[in-house]
């Protein structure tokens, strides 16, 4: 339910302006290009709902990212979307996306207060035509002003993340975000068109026995990892249950409420991990985090990994503390029985 103060509901902008108010020395650039990614994640929500009706469904043509990825029709549309709503933001220097090879500058790039912004357009787009969730996700930095490659200046750990947060298009469409006040959630209301405070300073919860992962990978994950799975499935160990969408915002939404943990280990086909650190890893990590949870590449913690290029991936496990410290157990011990 919406929540209200002073009698009224609280908008995504209003809330920003509140906690600005606590920061005299606030100039309100920062909700200004917030303002970008509500705006871009209104019109992608729009986008998903009608794929059926204005045929945007299915793969763009066999094109493929930078990744290998096969590429959706939906996915060139919401990269062309949050591209041409932060390109309109004067505060906006450098934009990073999982679709495009890389970073590209904007006009004032080099603007000691200005913002690089990171982002996976649509995560879980192949499932748009079987109505599964997906999502957007994002990060903030600063530009650094003394830094004048646009590579160094984006290859920030995710400790240096000034904001990030995520946009599930689910059953509504959720707006999770974090500045490092804790963890709010609002609700996007269709009938004013504007995302309603529905959650403040959410906390995971510190165990639930859930994992999520794709279990078809299972004899493909490192011993250590295999072995996890089989003590966190046995009747005498940690009695698991089971939950996996295979999008990753809709997975990681359900362990932030519910909590429990997600995994993506290393296989023998992505040895160095599948997800990327810096617009999948680190934004997740970061409210994660917030809120009370962990998240680390079975090595170290997620946020403190000084990334090598933009699109670097690596493993991932993320969720509530004692979850994921269960996890680490096996991950860490090669020899445990």
Not at 112 to 139: A, H, R
Not at 211 to 236: C, D, I, M, T
Not at 255 to 274: A, M, Q, R, S
Request: hydrophobic content about 40%; proline content about 5%; charged content about 20%.
């Amino acid at each position: 339910m919406a929540i209200k103060k002073d009698g009224h509901f609280v908008t995504f902008g209003q809330h920003i302006q509140m906690t600005q108010a606590a920061h005299p020395d606030a100039t309100g650039q920062f909700s200004w290009l917030l303002s970008a990614i509500t705006l871009a994640t209104k019109m992608i929500a729009s986008y998903v709902r009608r794929a059926g009706l204005i045929d945007v469904w299915g793969e763009a043509g066999g094109e493929q990212n930078v990744q290998g990825e096969t590429v959706q029709r939906l996915d060139i549309l919401a990269n062309d979307t949050l591209k041409r709503c932060l390109g309109y933001r004067g505060n906006v220097g450098i934009i990073a996306s999982e679709e495009d090879n890389e970073p590209r500058v904007l006009q004032e790039a080099h603007r000691s207060d200005s913002y690089i912004v990171m982002f996976d357009p649509l995560d879980g787009s192949s499932n748009i035509d079987v109505n599964v969730s997906v999502g957007t996700i994002f990060t903030i930095f600063k530009n650094p002003p003394e830094v004048d490659s646009t590579e160094d200046s984006v290859l920030q750990p995710g400790v240096q993340q000034v904001a990030a947060g995520y946009v599930l298009y689910g059953s509504s469409t959720v707006l999770v975000y974090s500045a490092g006040d804790g963890v709010h959630m609002f609700t996007l209301d269709p009938q004013f068109g504007a995302y309603l405070l529905t959650r403040e300073h959410i906390r995971m919860p510190e165990q639930h026995h859930v994992y999520s992962v794709n279990e078809a990978n299972l004899l493909n994950f490192p011993e250590p990892y295999q072995r996890y799975f089989a003590w966190a499935k046995h009747p005498g160990g940690g009695q698991y249950s089971s939950r996996y969408v295979g999008s990753l915002v809709a997975d990681f939404h359900r362990i932030l409420i519910k909590g429990g943990v997600f995994l993506y280990p290393p296989t023998n086909e992505h040895p160095d991990g599948k997800l990327r650190l810096m617009y999948e890893a680190n934004p997740l990590a970061y409210i994660a985090e917030q809120a009370g949870g962990a998240a680390t590449d079975g090595t170290s913690r997620i946020m403190e990994i000084d990334p090598d290029s933009v699109h670097q991936r690596v493993p991932l496990i993320i969720g509530s503390t004692t979850n994921v410290s269960e996890a680490m157990r096996f991950v860490n011990d090669p020899v445990r029985v």
